[in-house]
């Protein structure tokens, strides 16, 4: 089993930013790829990036540029920097990790962007 805090999370305001923090514990050997997902009231969980182990990242459409995933295996953690923060990057964000094909969730941090 692996255990997903995640941290960071607030009310920021637009343009602002925040860093997302998720540490694993548990049975952390072979974690493949972390990332993070948002969901809206209402609407369906959706994926924000990625990264693999060997760092490699992905990113939604909606916040390239803006946001930059980051992980370091020596303290399982993995990290959303988010910059440039809209009203519609509203959302509950959660931390998942992949392992030998199977997926651990966080129990999500809120991020809302206001004025």
């Known amino acids: 089993q692996v255990q997903l805090v995640e941290s960071g999370g607030g009310l920021v305001q637009p343009g602002g930013s925040l860093r997302l923090s998720c540490v694993a514990s548990g049975s952390t050997f072979n974690i493949n790829t972390m990332g993070w997902f948002r969901q809206l009231p209402g609407k369906q969980r959706e994926l924000v990036a990625t990264?693999?182990?060997?760092?490699?990242?992905f990113y939604a459409d909606s916040v390239k540029g803006r946001f930059t995933v980051s992980r370091d295996n020596t303290k399982k953690a993995v990290y959303l920097q988010m910059n440039s923060l809209k009203p519609e990057d509203t959302a509950v964000y959660y931390c998942r990790a992949e392992r030998y094909h199977y997926y651990y969730w966080g129990q999500g941090t809120q991020v809302t962007v206001s004025s």
């Open positions: 990264i693999t182990s060997a760092a490699d990242p």
